[in-house]
């Protein structure tokens, strides 16, 4: 088959790679401000630099393309730091099951999300407990929901798997056979009564935490002049299960599903990318391509006409097996008519016609045109870029899918980080400094500083860059790639420099493509070294040269004089003195 689903998915793939996703943070109120916003998009690169974002992003971007659907999914990880760290994973679009009453884009708005994972029993130990690998090692001896629950291996020399009950037989050595169990994690909302601290002049609110005793709460309001209200919300609880062990359940530790969809197309609860509209296309395309080959492979032996008699070496029958080998030889009698071959039928233009229909529909329904495909010509690049954009028309729903993918994924992790990056926390960052270069510098969270308060003059402690306090609204940018933007930087600063424009030497060494650029900037700066004696040699190997110069230099300025008088009507009084300088021919 000619498979051109794959190459018109490749060409939105390019589209995608071309830029890359810039997150910033607007203070809303409440605490927050600029200064904490910088803090946080400096936190939130290198988050995404630990979790490999930028790769996982392109994966889930074309499980959607290819699947229909892509997602992420968010937990803290206590194996690197005590107080936990955002991590980002992607899960295998048939592995996540959606409520089937969902209806929008944002997950806030579903009530319950399963996700399936094949596991085994070691794994599960390490992450559940210890206690429970015996019991699942058991599971299948004690009965399970089927082979789709548990997979374990056939008691033969041969290893081959099996998924049946008939081949398992509950005795201590069959036992250690079971090799993976589905485990089953639900998140769901739950109606429960929820305290809150409240504000009175505000009306601002904050949960409770979890696990604080009646009176710790009461003492807390009390010292800080608030009050507390209950009241009835539907919080995310989760349930894991693995068979009929149930594994886990519990409150989850963040207010909202921790699975984040990207859908390329997105109707009323009904997900679909972009390969499930070409798939009628590419099986057009296949059929007329099978049908070609057909009309050609029975058109190729088409036959003989021959006159009864002519043939000394084979009769009807043997030419009729053999008059399609290469090599043929055929003996005429003395006389005879030469045998004719059968001219074959010409491959219906109908079928060209509808082959070309099929390409035209690739490009109509993907919105991919030649251009972006690489296989247009055209002596003007503009207009080739003009073409490209054009192509980009239809593909902006997809785009802007992604976007919106991208602020849920920024809300979630802003959310774990104002909850629990509450520690003070040392980041290595990355700023520009007076000369415009790029240095490494360390930058503290949740900083406690002591100041001086202007009212009571005593010191106070108080949290710089504290990520927990204020409201921030999401910013997602686009920008190109890094060696795209470079590229087209350095281009305009080479086109505002030929306009007249002063750049500075050491910008465009910057915005170059050369390496070791900083090098390059630190020797441009300094003052050539200049040999004296090498000079003055020079000089005296060369005096005719000089001789040279100075006369083109009297010439140039004769020319000057003459030009002046002529327009003054006469000779300037400065002639005579000009014309000291030498009597030389120019």
Not at 77 to 100: A, C, H, K, T
Not at 129 to 155: C, F, K, M, R
Not at 256 to 276: E, N, Q
Not at 552 to 565: G, P, Q, T
Request: hydrophobic fraction near 35%.
């Amino acid at each position: 088959a000619v498979n051109l689903v794959l190459s018109t998915v490749n060409a939105v793939i390019g589209e995608y790679i071309k830029s890359r996703q810039d997150i910033s943070f607007v203070p809303l109120g409440k605490g927050a401000n600029q200064e904490t916003a910088s803090s946080l998009r400096f936190l939130f690169k290198q988050i995404a630099i630990n979790n490999k974002s930028e790769y996982k992003e392109k994966t889930v971007f074309t499980d959607g393309l290819i699947q229909d659907r892509g997602y992420f999914y968010y937990y803290l990880d206590f194996s690197d730091n005590i107080e936990g760290e955002v991590r980002e994973e992607v899960l295998d679009p048939q592995d996540v099951i959606l409520d089937p009453g969902a209806k929008e884009y944002d997950p806030t708005t579903w009530n319950e999300v399963f996700i399936s994972r094949w596991m085994t029993p070691e794994e599960i130990g390490a992450l559940y407990g210890p206690e429970y690998v015996q019991e699942l090692e058991l599971a299948a001896a004690n009965g399970t929901y089927g082979h789709d629950s548990i997979e374990w291996e056939a008691p033969n020399f041969g290893g081959d798997h099996w998924n049946s009950e008939s081949f398992f037989q509950p005795e201590t050595e069959e036992v250690k056979r079971v090799k993976r169990i589905r485990v089953i994690e639900r998140q769901y909302r739950k109606l429960s009564r929820v305290a809150y601290f409240v504000d009175p002049p505000t009306g601002d609110m904050r949960p409770v935490p979890e696990g604080w005793e009646p009176d710790r709460v009461r003492g807390f309001a009390d010292s800080n002049d608030l009050t507390v209200m209950w009241k009835p919300e539907r919080r995310i609880r989760v349930t894991i299960t693995a068979d009929k062990t149930i594994l886990h359940d519990g409150w989850s530790m963040f207010s909202r599903i921790a699975v984040v969809p990207f859908f390329p197309y997105f109707r009323r609860g009904r997900p679909f990318g972009l390969v499930r509209n070409l798939v009628d296309p590419q099986d057009m395309l296949n059929k007329v391509t099978s049908q070609e080959l057909h009309v050609v492979n029975t058109t190729a032996n088409s036959g003989w006409v021959f006159q009864t008699g002519s043939l000394v070496n084979m009769d009807r029958d043997d030419l009729a097996t053999q008059g399609s080998k290469t090599g043929l030889v055929l003996e005429v009698a003395q006389g005879a008519e030469m045998p004719q071959k059968i001219q074959p039928n010409q491959i219906p233009t109908g079928l060209a016609e509808i082959g070309s229909k099929a390409g035209t529909f690739f490009r109509e329904i993907s919105g991919v045109n030649e251009a972006q495909l690489g296989i247009q010509r055209s002596d003007s690049s503009k207009a080739l870029d003009a073409r490209r954009q054009g192509g980009m028309i239809q593909q902006e729903i997809i785009f802007d899918n992604l976007a919106r993918t991208r602020e849920l994924r920024a809300e979630i992790m802003l959310e774990m980080v104002q909850d629990y990056y509450s520690e003070t926390r040392l980041i290595q960052v990355f700023k520009k400094n007076e000369d415009g270069d790029e240095e490494q510098q360390e930058l503290i969270l949740n900083q406690p500083v002591y100041v001086l308060d202007p009212e009571t003059q005593e010191s106070v402690e108080e949290i710089r860059n504290d990520l927990t306090l204020g409201e921030y609204s999401v910013v997602i940018g686009t920008i190109p790639r890094r060696e795209t933007y470079d590229e087209g930087l350095f281009d305009q600063l080479i086109s505002m420099r030929e306009m007249g424009v002063q750049i500075p030497d050491h910008i465009l060494i910057q915005n170059s493509q050369l390496p070791d650029k900083a090098d390059v900037v630190e020797t441009s700066g300094r003052e050539p070294k200049v040999n004296p004696h090498f000079v003055v040699t020079n000089l005296r190997r060369k005096p005719c040269c000089l001789l040279r110069i100075g006369a083109r230099i009297e010439c140039s300025v004769r020319r000057i004089v003459v030009h002046l008088a002529a327009s003054h009507g006469g000779q300037p009084p400065w002639t005579q003195a000009v014309g000291t300088l030498g009597s030389g021919r120019c």
